[in-house]
């Protein structure tokens, strides 16, 4: 897995509502909040992405973006976008090239992908990085408490 120090991969994936979004677009601008989560509409992960949605303002008082990736389609990720109405974008990366690149680890015996969050500084160093894989609640606390001190 991609450690603090390392720069986040400049790769471009499809949004939600598949336009091309590439990470190195946002450097020089603003920090990044990169959450990596398994699947759209499973029990943790639409409570992930609620939890991100409801702490969106406090995430952008700090200037920060919020990015959800998972393998998922752009489809999927609209759907979940409107019905659960997303303020930041989803990526689909259904080849992993996001997910390899930034070295996120499976679960599951590599059956599921593993959930995982990188705070990444205006200049596209990765500053924090938090793994928990069936507790969502705590990236979004642990992402605040470390944009608030960079």
């Not at 489809?75 to 259904?94: G, I």
Request: aromatic share 10%; net charge positive.
């Amino acid at each position: 897995m991609l450690q603090k120090g390392n720069p986040i991969p400049d790769i471009t994936l499809e949004d939600q509502n598949g336009n091309p979004v590439s990470l190195s677009s946002f450097r020089g601008k603003k920090p990044l909040v990169i959450y990596f989560y398994p699947k759209d509409n499973t029990r943790v992960c639409t409570a992930q992405a609620c939890g991100f949605r409801d702490n969106y303002e406090a995430f952008q008082k700090v200037g920060a973006e919020v990015i959800g990736i998972s393998g998922d389609s752009s489809k999927s990720h609209r759907k979940v976008s409107e019905s659960r109405n997303l303020p930041f974008l989803l990526l689909s990366d259904p080849k992993k090239k996001a997910l390899n690149s930034f070295k996120v680890p499976s679960l599951f015996f590599g059956l599921l992908p593993g959930r995982v969050t990188f705070v990444v500084n205006k200049e596209g160093i990765i500053v924090h990085t938090f793994r928990a894989d069936f507790n969502a609640d705590n990236h979004i606390k642990e992402a605040l408490k470390v944009l608030k001190n960079i």
